[in-house]
């Protein structure tokens, strides 16, 4: 069965979902990029297990970029889980494992992992070399992915 491209047909937007298990670091990168890629793009992320907030220095490295996540909020998965989506993306290996079972309609399920730079230990200046490196991993494979979806 052939589908029309998003943002055909019934859409008008492509909507996609991030997910991770604390939804502080990578998922709200990965997010951050999307909707700086193309502000059309219906973009969320949440988490199987939502931090209290964002990562510090996933806000510090992203506003080095001028994408900002201060206004960000890690958010449960279950919000969810009711809402039609093109593309559900998971970013870290436990939640693609405890990836909930999606009762609306979901075209694509997507795995993109990246390591946990939450993890990261060591100077300063250390932590946020490894959450820069993440950062650019992040980017440069959401780059990859959006790119054919993109209105020309």
Do not use: W
């Not at 943002?7 to 990168?29: A, D, K, P, Y």
């Not at 093109?86 to 609306?104: L, N, R, S």
């Not at 939450?118 to 650019?136: L, M, N, V």
């Amino acid at each position: 069965m052939t589908s029309a491209p998003p943002g055909e047909g019934r859409h008008t937007r492509t909507r996609i979902l991030v997910l991770c298990t604390g939804n502080s670091c990578r998922s709200q990168m990965a997010e951050g990029f999307l909707r700086s890629f193309d502000p059309s793009l219906e973009v969320y992320s949440a988490g199987t297990r939502p931090a209290s907030a964002v990562h510090p220095y996933a806000v510090a490295v992203m506003q080095e970029v001028g994408i900002d996540l201060r206004g960000q909020h890690p958010k449960s998965v279950d919000k969810f889980l009711r809402e039609p989506f093109d593309y559900v993306i998971t970013v870290c290996d436990g939640a693609k494992e405890t990836c909930p079972v999606f009762t609306g309609r979901v075209r694509h399920q997507l795995h993109f992992g990246f390591e946990d730079p939450a993890h990261a230990r060591g100077t300063d200046e250390e932590i946020r070399s490894e959450f820069r490196r993440i950062r650019d991993q992040i980017r440069d494979r959401f780059r990859e992915f959006v790119s054919p979806l993109l209105r020309p």
